[in-house]
Structures are given as C-alpha cells and as structure tokens.
Nanobody, 115 residues
Framework: QVQLVESGGGLVQPGGSLRLACAAS????????MGWYRQAPGRQRELVAS???????NYADSAKGRFTISRDNAKNTVYLQMNSLKPEDTAVYYC?????????WGQGTQVTVSS
C-alpha cells in the first residue's frame, strides 16, 4: 500500500530554517505531482507548495520567497526547505499527491516556530 513518511519538523525560532522530507513508497513516485500541506490548530488543511512530475514548482502566497519544494525521484522523496520562518508557519506539515488522495495521508511532522 501507499506510505508517505514525513520527517524534519521541530521547534525553531522565528527567522530560522527547517528542511522537511517525505519518503514515498507504494507508488510510481516519478509519475506523481506532489504537494506539501499544512494544518494549524483550528484551521483547514492547506496546500503550501507543489511540484509537478517534471519539476515545476508552485507556491501559496504565504510561502513564496521563503519556501522551496524539490524532489529526488531516485530516492522517491520530496523536500520542503523553509527559510525565514514565522510563528504563523506553526502547523503539522504533510505531504501528499497533488491533488491529494484521502488514502495517502501520513502522520505528518510538527513544525513549531516560537521564541
């Protein structure tokens, strides 16, 4: 079955950086557009960044200029480099295909931006 395992979250001060990784199995990864999503307490899950199978990236306005999504098809892994983090970036971050599939959600990784 499909398994997406996120890692790399943690506690970081405002202005800091984190790099998230998502390892995929059970799918032909290189054929899929992939996305990073996040869900903050009391808010709906939102798409932060996506990358097509060909490597073209798109970003939510909140992520533009600060986040970079990338993929390594040889490792079946998608990354999210997050710089200049703000407290409002605090959320659980998930990867999934884009558009997402309900049966692909993993456990996510917590990102907390706080001084």
């Amino acid at each position: 079955q499909v398994q997406l395992v996120e890692s790399g979250g943690g506690l970081v001060q405002p202005g800091g950086s984190l790099r998230l990784a998502c390892a995929a199995s059970g799918i032909i990864f290189r054929f899929y557009a992939m996305g990073w999503y996040r869900q903050a307490p009391g808010r709906q899950r939102e798409l932060v960044a996506s990358i097509t199978s060909g490597g073209r990236a798109n970003y939510a306005d909140s992520a533009k200029g600060r986040f970079t999504i990338s993929r390594d098809n040889a490792k079946n892994t998608v990354y999210l480099q997050m710089n200049s983090l703000k407290p409002e970036d605090t959320a659980v971050y998930y990867c999934n295909s884009d558009p997402f599939r309900y049966d692909y959600w993993g456990q996510g990784t917590q990102v907390t931006v706080s001084s």
